[in-house]
């Protein structure tokens, strides 16, 4: 079976002005670890939802965006993902 490698952002339900950039290729079960409080960086603000996620053939690749998106460089194309995306 090929995993797929996703960039995801989260946005907290309980801090709606919170968000989490991340790369995984296991969805469903990383979700479960931010709602869990398994991840140091999020278990302050749980719960989590997924509100985007992008696909991409490698880790590598994945990895990259992510790069990106957290850098000053990206950091308005992650403002507009998030403004388009987000729950309100």
Known sequence: MISKNILYILQS??????FYVGI???????????NR????????????????????ETKSQAMKRETYLKSIN?????LII???????
């Open 37 to 56: 409080g398994q991840t140091f960086s999020t278990k302050k603000y749980l719960p989590w939802k997924v509100i985007y996620m992008e696909e991409f």
């Open 24 to 34: 995984t290729n296991r969805e469903r079960e990383r979700l479960d670890e931010h």
């Open 82 to 88: 998030i403004d388009k995306h987000r729950k309100k």
């Open 74 to 78: 990206g950091y308005k194309e992650k």
């Open 13 to 18: 339900l309980s801090h709606k002005d919170k």
